[in-house]
């Protein structure tokens, strides 16, 4: 059996990992005792497709602490402490970085771990294998320790990681979702155009082949960076807005995302649309104009000023289904 068919078993889609974090969580706040026992979790997955801020969305819901670690930008010092002349010996002054509340809840995020070199990866191996530094540190119980990291085959930078490391770690792949994502995106005010687009084409909601890896390219990251960009643009200027879409997201997926947004454009007033009985409600025929269009009434649906407001936006979701 070759080594790709193996690695597609452990690939899990973000609502799986947000699931298997959180009971991870659960586990160490229900038995701390057992912390030691719990193996730390290592998210492989493409650049942009959201590894870190998954793991940052769940510590701010749960309200417990989150400590992001950038190991490639960090000196072996920064993990191990710093030596210390103290008369005929050495004392070693650990990072404050690292939590002290033996109290405390959290996540720690070794992110980029793969990018870190040999060096680093062993001085990381001790906090993240044993969770303590010698006699000098303790990780407290109630702090989980993850890692996230870029594969060899991504262009992206990665180092292998040694099979000693490797071994302690529970594995997942994270994959894209595009349906998962659009459900995400409205409940995280991402603008319609972009939630119709990726439904009308979810294989560009991640898309690396024929793309320029070393500019912009489709991602779930550069998907919401090109929501806020329409948001905080809106029409005032179509000519350079089209620009910074094809920086953000590449020429292949922004010549298609433009075209799909000047269809958005038409719908521009499905909101009168839905809170006005007397609007004549006309239904595309194309396939483009359709899901365009189905984006901007699910965008409006629940974001009535008031509950009256959002009565009459509900009515005009009926009216349009019928």
């Not at 719990?38 to 602490?65: F, H, N, Q, V």
């Not at 010996?89 to 959290?106: F, H, I, M, Q, T």
């Not at 040694?162 to 991402?190: C, Q």
Request: proline share 5%; net charge negative; with cysteine.
């Amino acid at each position: 059996m070759s080594n790709e068919l193996i690695d597609m078993h452990n690939r899990i889609s973000t609502e799986e990992l947000n699931r298997l974090v959180r009971h991870q969580l659960k586990q160490i706040f229900d038995h701390p005792e057992q912390a030691e026992m719990l193996p730390p979790l290592m998210i492989w997955g493409a650049p942009g497709i959201g590894k870190s801020t998954i793991i940052r969305m769940i510590a701010r819901e749960m309200g417990i602490g989150f400590i992001d670690v950038r190991l490639a930008q960090r000196e072996p010092v920064d993990i191990r402490g710093l030596p210390v002349p103290d008369q005929d010996s050495v004392k070693w002054l650990v990072s404050a970085d690292w939590p002290r509340d033996p109290e405390s809840r959290g996540i720690i995020l070794f992110d980029e771990l793969t990018a870190a070199d040999r060096s680093l990866q062993v001085a990381a191996y001790e906090f993240i294998l044993d969770r303590r530094l010698g006699g000098l540190y303790q990780v407290p119980d109630g702090w989980y320790i993850c890692a996230a990291g870029n594969r060899v085959e991504d262009a992206a930078v990665a180092m292998t990681m040694s099979s000693a490391l490797a071994n302690r770690f529970l594995h997942v792949e994270l994959r894209e979702d595009a349906e998962l994502w659009a459900r995400w995106g409205l409940l995280h005010d991402i603008h319609p155009a972009v939630i119709g687009f990726i439904r009308y084409r979810p294989d560009l909601l991640f898309h690396q082949e024929n793309e320029n890896l070393e500019r912009g390219w489709p991602t779930p990251r550069s998907w919401e960076r090109v929501s806020r960009m329409l948001q905080s643009f809106g029409r005032a200027d179509d000519v350079l807005l089209n620009k910074i879409i094809y920086g953000l997201v590449g020429n292949q997926a922004g010549a298609e995302f433009v075209a799909f947004r000047a269809i958005a454009a038409e719908f521009d007033n499905v909101y009168e649309l839905m809170i006005n009985p007397d609007k004549k409600i006309t239904i595309p025929e194309k396939a483009d104009r359709r899901y365009a269009f189905a984006a901007a009434v699910v965008y409006h649906l629940w974001r009535g000023a008031d509950a009256e407001a959002e009565e009459r936006l509900l009515a005009g979701f009926y009216r349009i289904a019928a």
